[in-house]
């Protein structure tokens, strides 16, 4: 059910200032939209060291600023917010999916987990990634966007079934796969379910197998 929220966290408050100082915008509204535009874009916050005109892209930061807008519109409840909202986060979901570079419908990039870049599927990112997939869907629906929803669902399916077959082994979802070597990590990560809570928190469903998820 919907959770009573009366004041939009500070938090929040700070990354609408920041995006608006950032795109010029006249309000928060237009904030929203132009947030992942150019220089703004959710996952591009820094440079490769010693190569300032590569950018570093953190698929993870992008599928955060999803959840976190999807989140405030379920704990106000602001209808009209969302739908001046919608549009930029759509933005998100396409920049996310441009992230993927070896066709396995899952991006791929650095992370907020910043000591260490990992290649092909990370947990953490492919994880946060789906609960994105499942709150566009999810507002699709609301707004009766009946392409983007289709989209959004197969694009959900094709991920969580690479998720699946890359990640779990029986026992847990490992840290990361290579698909280009099939090199693969022997161990789990902290992270590695951090969608899957997010996605209990904000009622989008399960996004794995329950059994799976119940022995992780």
């Known amino acids: 059910g919907e959770i009573e929220a009366p004041e939009i966290e500070p938090a929040w408050r700070l990354n609408l200032l920041r995006a608006r100082i950032a795109s010029g915008a006249r309000d928060e509204g237009e904030a929203l939209l132009s947030f992942l535009a150019g220089s703004t874009v959710p996952g591009v916050r820094e440079t490769v060291p010693g190569d300032p005109s590569r950018p570093v892209l953190r698929p993870d930061v992008a599928c955060n600023y999803i959840l976190a807008a999807y989140r405030q519109y379920r704990w106000s409840g602001d209808v009209d917010g969302m739908r001046v909202a919608y549009p930029g986060l759509l933005k998100a979901l396409d920049w996310l999916k441009a992230q993927d570079g070896d066709g396995d ?112």
């Open 105 to 216: 419908g899952i991006p791929e990039g650095a992370s907020a987990w910043d000591y260490r870049t990992y290649k092909g599927t990370f947990s953490y990112t492919a994880g946060l990634y789906l609960a994105s997939l499942r709150a566009g869907e999810v507002l699709a629906r609301t707004f009766k966007d009946a392409k983007a929803e289709a989209d959004l669902k197969e694009r959900f399916r094709l991920a969580r079934t690479a998720a699946t077959a890359q990640l779990w082994n029986g026992r847990v979802f490992i840290k990361n796969l290579d698909p280009a070597t099939g090199e693969r990590s022997v161990n789990l990560f902290a992270g590695s379910l951090a969608g899957e809570w997010a996605a209990e928190l904000l009622d989008l469903g399960e996004l794995y197998d329950r059994r799976q998820v119940s022995l992780a």
